[in-house]
């Protein structure tokens, strides 16, 4: 799913799950849009309706609330912090070409040392990962910048708790929902960030250098306690020689470097050639590479941003988006009794509510009851199932007490088995209430006994339904 995409359909999940008044979004207005996006998706092929509907209630949102579009906005990553990073990250490197304010440059000193230090530490760590297959957790520059730009995106729902306290629940959950969801795009975003930021200290050091070199008359030189010319002369060859083959500049040799050396106040030559070799060493071992690892922090988060996965707890919610069968047209639905056996009548009814629900083109298949204990042989037969159901009901009854070993195990085993088969296949339990109230009325002991199966099958990542079906 594209980001956009995916942000709308976590704030749309946001807001709906939130308000509980339907203040934000009428039930006519979801309703509408379902029946609107299943419409028009059914005309354009891969599209995902969940996506279209989503689309169609940010517009009647966005229409009522217009600053949303500008959360929206800001969720996408650190755009403004990007832009002063870099602005900041070349006035370094322009001040870091007149850090020490002499004009002298000691060529055995190496005066990008540090920096090409670093540089070289940070490409050897993600060349290692890279081996290993490996992210690094610790890569905190980016992942801090991934979390001010949550705090961004907390600043904005703070303010809209001013005028509309409702929404600004909604965004509160939209905000943690889509950091998590978006990790990987942003983090991938703020790492472009930082290399490109790290390229602007080399390109503003380059600038720097030749600012001075055109203003002042710089000297360059050498002295040293242990080192003699032809020694030295070995030593340059190694800091400078990749610059060297760059710029075809020759190093010179051990005689002409005696002349270079400091002694009494005399030696030294005008520095053009040195500042032409510092400035080739920043561009290969600082604004280079770095500019290549934006290059390809940029395209991952350009390939996280046209392909995001739906998080589990949306797919859950883009199912019931649609009712409780996810907006199924047409296919096998088989429903199993559980642990009882419901009469005739009961049958009856839950079909002619099942065909209600789901509409005329959905075949029904009503199963024996899968007797208590038996839960292992019924999921490895359904498992086996060729073809496997569309969508399945497991029909419970409200009189029995939910136990994990055995009504557990069936929803577990049952909702894993559907997803390996058919993924995104509708798996609804329906809970009969009608053999408990035939026995205990109404009163508080039922409105318990829903509490406790309410729980148990949300806890397995399920929907929940009731039905009396003696009535």
């Known amino acids: 799913m594209r980001e956009e995409e995916l942000k709308r359909v976590l704030l749309v999940k946001a807001v709906e799950e939130t308000d509980r008044e339907s203040v934000l979004v009428p039930p006519a207005d979801r309703a509408s849009a379902s029946r609107e996006a299943k419409r028009a998706v059914s005309g354009e092929g891969g599209a995902l309706p969940i996506s279209r509907r989503a689309e169609l209630i940010h517009a009647r949102i966005v229409a009522r609330h217009p600053f949303l579009d500008e959360v929206l906005r800001h969720a996408s990553g650190i755009a403004g912090f990007s832009a002063a990073a870099i602005a900041v990250a070349l006035l370094l490197g322009l001040g870091l070409a007149v850090l020490d304010g002499s004009r002298r440059i000691n060529i055995l000193a190496y005066p990008l040392a540090a920096l090409v230090a670093w540089n070289l530490a940070v490409y050897i760590v993600i060349a290692i990962d890279a081996g290993r297959g490996t992210q690094r957790k610790a890569r905190w520059l980016p992942e801090a ?125 005008p520095a053009g050639r040195w500042i032409h070799l510092l400035a080739a060493s920043a561009l290969l071992f600082v604004v280079i590479p770095r500019l290549a690892l934006a290059a390809i922090a940029g395209l991952t988060a350009a390939r996280h941003a046209a392909n995001l996965p739906l998080p589990p707890e949306a797919a859950a919610y883009a199912r019931g988006a649609f009712g409780a069968f996810g907006g199924l047209d047409d296919g096998v639905v088989r429903v199993v009794p559980y642990a009882y056996e419901p009469d005739a009548a009961s049958v009856t009814r839950l079909q002619a509510s099942l065909r209600k629900d789901l509409g005329g083109n959905l075949a029904l298949q009503v199963r024996a009851p899968v007797p208590y204990g038996g839960e292992d042989a019924w999921i490895a037969e359904l498992a086996a199932s060729s073809p496997p159901p569309d969508a399945l009901v497991v029909l419970l009854s409200l009189a029995a007490t939910p136990e994990d070993e055995n009504h557990g195990r069936i929803l577990e085993g049952a909702r894993d088995a559907l997803e390996r088969m058919r993924p995104g296949a509708p798996f609804v339990p329906i809970v009969d209430e009608g053999p408990y109230l035939a026995r205990m009325g109404s009163g508080p002991r039922v409105d318990e006994r829903r509490r406790a199966w309410a729980t148990f099958i949300t806890a397995r990542g399920l929907q929940a339904r009731f039905q009396d079906l003696s009535q």
């Open 145 to 269: 910048a991934s979390r001010g730009a949550a705090r961004r995106l907390a600043g904005w729902v703070a303010r809209s708790r001013s005028f509309n306290t409702p929404l600004s629940e909604a965004l509160g959950k939209f905000a943690l929902e889509w950091q998590v969801a978006a990790r990987p795009l942003l983090v991938a975003r703020a790492a472009r960030t930082f290399h490109l930021a790290a390229a602007a200290v080399g390109v503003g050091l380059i600038a720097g250098l030749y600012m001075r070199g055109i203003a002042f008359a710089y000297s360059a030189g050498w002295e040293s306690t242990f080192l003699d010319a032809e020694r030295a002369r070995m030593l340059i060859g190694m800091i400078y020689g990749p610059a060297s083959a760059l710029t075809g500049i020759a190093i010179p040799d051990a005689v002409t470097l005696e002349t270079l050396r400091w002694r009494n106040g005399q030696g030294g030559e």
